[in-house]
């Protein structure tokens, strides 16, 4: 079968299941755009090329399938750059198709060249520069195949104007995957019996669930496992939804902003169970102190991951399902009982934030919205967060039952990214309740992406937690700077008024007791909602670890504070 490379392009595509492609034309992939028109593929007109490569990892992160974005070269293709290392650092499987200029122009300078495979290097799990319609469905087929497959990552295939334009026979068995020849690290049956060892020898262990909980799909084990052997599980923030928040053995989430009780535990416990999670500096503090007295057993897909930064004892390097499956019959019944009333007492002492029936100040705390926000929801809406203190007070307050319901940057920490990916989330699982919970600084990066949710009539919810500042960066200057706001304080639009510029419904919040009635207001309205929930301006996430600083080193919430602590669950 005979067709041009434009075609083989989406041939290829909807071959391997692809439905829906975020993207913006432009000169360079022209011949691709054209050739779309003739295939079952839904387009989704981003405003912004970042935002194409957000939705395409909204998708994949709501769907567990992979996303596609596409652009055009120079511009186009470098504005997909910080979605590609958003992915790359949250092991999200998306593939990203980029126009490049015609074969004979590169190196000359031409318009809107750029080497976007060079660019994309440090920050993609493989990338491709395709110059003939021979290669594309090789490239195409071996990109998804990367992208979903091992510890999951973003992949580009840089395509020539020219290869598109050209025709070729189309060899759909010849373009299957080639077998990548890599060491085969299988587990050894010594460090199953050596984790065994640990485990069953532990007063005080640990579970440290993370994002390979569900990449892997090992939710049920995990629960399983954590049962019969009568261990906490603590978790870091991309593992939210990773293990039930309502189950007894979960602690909650860990590191610079995670619970207070869940940093103690693992400053005082024998060993920790790190399950596909990295050790990242925001979950372990000072490496020095970090977890002194503990044997440390690391269970991770990715081998790169084993001794990065944490030493271990035992490293079993494989995918972390199969991994605790071989393990679970052999682990025996614990008792930690004592270990875990000890855990429990701290918590007395802690942030088990009673927030529900405080009296009204006259005041709305960004901590009252996102519990109101759970309880309005009976916390079963897909929530996608961008990067700051809303980010934290969501982790904090609202309880993720099911897992690939807290979608939210990590790694990198990308401000703008919750609109485009609630997008993407949305698209991906049209069924679901679909809030965006966002801050007024990181909402302002891809507002624009309104449009695309007007022109797509999408049914998205968004909380704008508005401070009036970049409110994460103004909480460092508050400790560490002298309260020395330099260029922190917002100047924002009237967001309500912005929403009805599009076309869509907004509203605004001032008031606690009219947190509830905006919520349910917007549940039951067809169509987007965008409310302006204008919080106090100068409050703080507790507790908070320095950057650097000993893991139990946290500075706690003040007495005087308005958000009342106590060991009631709220």
Not at 182 to 201: F, K, N, T, V
Not at 414 to 441: H, N, Q, S, Y
């Amino acid at each position: 079968m005979k067709l041009t490379g434009a075609q083989i392009l989406w041939e290829c595509l909807v071959r391997e299941g692809v439905s829906t492609v975020f993207g913006y034309p432009g000169g360079a992939i022209l011949p691709a755009y054209d050739a779309m028109l003739d295939y079952p593929i839904r387009h989704v007109l981003v405003r912004h090329e970042q935002g194409a490569t957000h939705m395409a990892d909204g998708y994949a992160r709501a769907s567990g399938k992979v996303g596609v974005a596409v652009a055009t070269s120079g511009p186009g293709a470098t504005n997909m750059v910080t979605g590609i290392a958003t992915a790359m650092m949250d092991s999200s499987p998306i593939v990203c198709i980029t126009g490049q200029v015609g074969s004979h122009l590169i190196g000359y300078d031409a318009f809107q060249e750029t080497d976007i495979t060079g660019v994309t290097l440090p920050i993609t799990k493989h990338n491709y520069l395709v110059t003939r319609p021979e290669d594309i469905a090789p490239a195409i087929r071996e990109a998804v195949y990367i992208a979903a497959h091992g510890r999951p990552g973003p992949v580009l295939i840089d395509i020539t104007k020219d290869a598109q334009q050209r025709s070729c026979e189309l060899d759909w068995d010849g373009a299957v995957p080639r077998p990548h020849k890599r060491p085969e690290r299988r587990p050894h049956p010594d460090d199953y019996a050596r984790a065994l060892a640990l485990i069953d020898q532990a007063k005080r262990p640990l579970i440290l669930g993370g994002h390979g909980i569900m990449l892997s799909g090992a939710m049920k084990v995990v629960r399983e496992f954590a049962e019969r052997a009568h261990i906490p599980v603590a978790m870091t923030l991309l593992g939210i939804g990773g293990f039930p928040a309502s189950h007894p053995l979960n602690l909650g989430m860990m590191g610079m902003h995670g619970e207070a009780w869940v940093n103690t535990a693992i400053q005082e416990a024998d060993l920790l169970l790190a399950f596909g999670m990295r050790f990242d500096d925001r979950v372990t503090g000072n490496l020095k102190t970090y977890a002194p007295n503990a044997k440390k057993v690391h269970i991770e897909i990715d081998p790169a991951e084993i001794n990065k930064n944490v030493r271990v004892d035992v490293a079993i390097v494989g995918d972390l399902r199969n991994v605790l499956e071989e393990l679970l019959p052999h682990v025996a019944e614990g008792d930690r009982s004592e270990w875990l009333d000890w855990i429990a007492s701290l918590k007395g002492d802690s942030a088990v934030r009673d927030i529900q029936n405080m009296p009204d100040s006259g005041h709305l705390y960004a901590a009252h919205v996102v519990h109101d926000l759970w309880h309005a929801t009976d916390g079963s809406a897909l929530v996608v967060t961008d990067v700051g203190q809303h980010q934290m007070w969501e982790a904090q307050y609202y309880k993720h039952e099911h897992p690939r319901s807290l979608i939210t940057s990590g790694g990198l920490g990308t401000m703008g990214f919750a609109l485009p990916a609630a997008i993407g989330a949305k698209i991906a699982r049209p069924d679901a309740e679909v809030w965006a919970v966002v801050g007024d600084g990181g909402f302002q990066m891809t507002m624009a992406e309104l449009g695309t949710i007007a022109q797509e009539r999408l049914d998205i919810n968004i909380a704008i937690i508005n401070n009036g500042y970049l409110g994460m960066v103004r909480q460092w200057q508050e400790f560490f700077y002298e309260r020395r706001y330099a260029a922190t304080p917002l100047l924002n639009p009237d967001f309500a008024k912005l929403a009805a510029a599009y076309g869509l419904t907004g509203a605004t919040v001032m008031k606690r007791p009219d947190v509830i009635p905006a919520v349910q207001a917007a549940r039951a309205h067809r169509g987007t909602v965008v409310i302006d929930f204008q919080v106090e301006q100068e409050d703080s996430v507790f507790p908070m670890v320095p950057a650097g600083a000993d893991l139990h080193a946290m500075i706690r919430r003040p007495s005087a504070s308005p958000i009342v602590e106590t060991s009631a669950d709220p």
